[in-house]
């Protein structure tokens, strides 16, 4: 069946350096993508989202990237930090009230 | 702004009683979603409602899960008998529509049903 996954269930970074998340989609008809966060303990916390006629978007210390082509979704953190320890979820909306959670991204940033 | 507030943020319960969870989404969005998340299934949509009625509610696991919003402002989630299965963290989010699909989540509860 069609699904949102992701390609590492865990992401190990210094702090400081970059951080990459990876997201792969199946459904071309997906047509908005979103980025969450959740920190232990807490709900999902929105991060960024991008729509599928755009490439890049770019937030606070957040990239996010779509390749349409292969059908890959990334995130991006700049200058990762101790706080951006936690769990990231890709969300895909296909143009109606759902959206289709990946299986989450633990990321653990080392001091 | 106040975000999604829910309660209690944990409840631990017996087997076979009746729990009974709580949404009160932010002002002015006009769709409230159920989800719950465990570490097996990750987070699973239960519910939808828009507008106050229910769009789409075939995530709900049984007939023992019910849930309710009799206004725009308030939601429960209602498990009766509860189950040791039950056990999850419930979440409850919201989102204005219009075009804008992303979902705003409270804190969830935790239940424990033992």
């Known amino acids: 069946g069609e699904s949102v996954g992701l390609h590492l269930p865990t992401l190990s970074v210094q702090e400081g350096d970059n951080s990459i998340i990876n997201c792969a989609y199946s459904?071309?008809?997906?047509?908005?993508f979103i980025w969450y966060k959740q920190e232990s303990g807490k709900g999902p916390q929105f991060i960024i989202d991008?729509?599928?006629?755009?490439d890049k978007r770019q937030g606070q210390r957040v990239t996010v990237l779509l390749n349409k082509t292969v059908k890959h979704l990334s995130l991006q953190i700049a200058a990762t930090q101790p706080g951006d320890s936690a769990v990231y979820f890709c969300a895909e909306n296909r143009n109606d009230y759902k959206l289709s959670f990946g299986a989450g991204t633990t990321v653990t940033v080392r001091a | 702004d106040a975000g999604v507030i829910q309660s209690p943020r944990h409840e631990v319960t017996e087997m076979g009683q009746e729990v009974t969870l709580r949404c009160k989404p932010i002002s002015g969005h006009n769709s409230l979603f159920w989800y719950r998340q465990t570490m097996m299934r990750g987070l699973e949509l239960l519910i939808y409602?828009?507008?106050?009625?229910?769009?789409?509610d075939s995530g709900m696991p049984e007939d023992r899960f019910s849930a309710k919003m009799p206004n725009a402002s308030f939601s429960t989630l209602k498990i009766q008998p509860s189950e040791p299965r039950d056990s999850a963290v419930y979440f409850c989010?919201?989102?204005?529509?219009?075009?804008?699909?992303?979902?705003?989540f409270g804190p969830g509860t935790r239940l424990t049903v033992t």
């Open positions: 409602f828009n507008n106050n009625v229910p769009i789409d």
């Open positions: 991008i729509r599928s006629n755009m």
């Open positions: 459904n071309s008809a997906s047509d908005y």
């Open positions: 989010a919201s989102s204005s529509g219009g075009g804008r699909p992303e979902q705003y």
